[in-house]
């Protein structure tokens, strides 16, 4: 299985690149994390619908197709790792990519929340959009390790 990290922000820092590589690279082939960066608007109209709208768009236009769609929102279901490992292996059965969307500094478009099936909260906080991808694969690492019985998690 393939799960797609559709986020928002490319040209990212080498921390950025680095964060998420050093998590993304221990998954195996079986559950393999794939990133498809989706370019942000201008910001220069201050439009925030639109900018949203917009990038909504193209992270749809991203989706592999049968895709179960994932958010990564604030007042999503705050999940336990216990949790994720359940959904994980839910995923994992299920035979379809999964799409884990991240949106940009505007949020995600409405558009892109009516497809979802699920909703994931990382927190109360508000994080900054590059560190969610990191936070996301080292926690799609946990769970796998949980499930696998990987010293990892403890
Ligand atoms: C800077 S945040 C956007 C803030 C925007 N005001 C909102 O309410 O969504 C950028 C993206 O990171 C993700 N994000 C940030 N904090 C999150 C959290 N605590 N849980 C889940 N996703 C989060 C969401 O996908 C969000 O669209």
Known sequence: MQIHLIAVGNKMPDWVQQGYNEYAKRL?????????????????SGDIARIARDEGE???????????????DIPGKPWATSD???ALQRWLGNGQP?????????G?????????????????????HPLVRIVV????????????HHPYHR
């Open 58 to 72: 193209r992270m749809l236009a991203a989706l592999p197709p049968r895709a179960h769609v994932v958010t990564l």
């Open 108 to 128: 995600l478009s409405e558009q892109v929340k009516s497809v979802a099936k699920e909703s994931w909260s990382l927190s109360p906080l508000t994080f900054p």
């Open 137 to 148: 694969a080292e926690q799609i690492y946990r769970a796998w390790s949980l499930l696998n």
């Open 84 to 86: 994720l490992a359940q």
């Open 98 to 106: 999964v799409a884990l969307m991240v949106g940009g500094p505007e």
């Open 28 to 44: 195996p082939r079986e559950c393999e994390l794939v990133l498809r960066e989706i370019a942000p608007d201008k910001r220069k």
